[in-house]
């Protein structure tokens, strides 16, 4: 049973910053790949961004520039730094982890950007 724990979401203000991380927990197997995605309310969920057990990354066009992800194989735990955030970035961010077919959700947290 694998279960992912997501931290650091917060209200903060037009070109804040803020830091999110996900523990992953429950297995001794890496993941093929972990990520981020968002969903806004009266929106599909959408990728933020993902990044392979072997370093390669891939982001959303509209975070590209601002957000970073990082991730420890070690420890199966994935963040995701994001800085000059918009009114736009408001969303719940959910971590994901891939392993072979199967899919992984956190329960997600909440990022509020006021304008």
């Known amino acids: 049973q694998v279960q992912l724990v997501e931290s650091g979401g917060g209200l903060v203000q037009t070109g804040g910053s803020l830091r999110l991380a996900c523990a992953a927990s429950?297995?001794?197997?890496?993941?093929?790949?972990m990520g981020w995605y968002r969903q806004a309310p009266g929106k599909q969920r959408e990728l933020v961004a993902l990044i392979t057990s072997g370093g390669r990354t891939n982001y959303a066009d509209s975070v590209k520039g601002r957000f970073t992800i990082s991730r420890e194989n070690a420890k199966n735990n994935v963040s995701l730094q994001m800085t000059s955030l918009k009114p736009e970035d408001t969303a719940v961010y959910y971590c994901?982890?891939?392993?072979?077919?199967?899919?992984?959700w956190g329960q997600g947290t909440q990022v509020t950007v006021s304008s």
């Open positions: 429950g297995s001794i197997f890496s993941f093929n790949a």
């Open positions: 994901k982890a891939v392993r072979a077919v199967s899919d992984y």
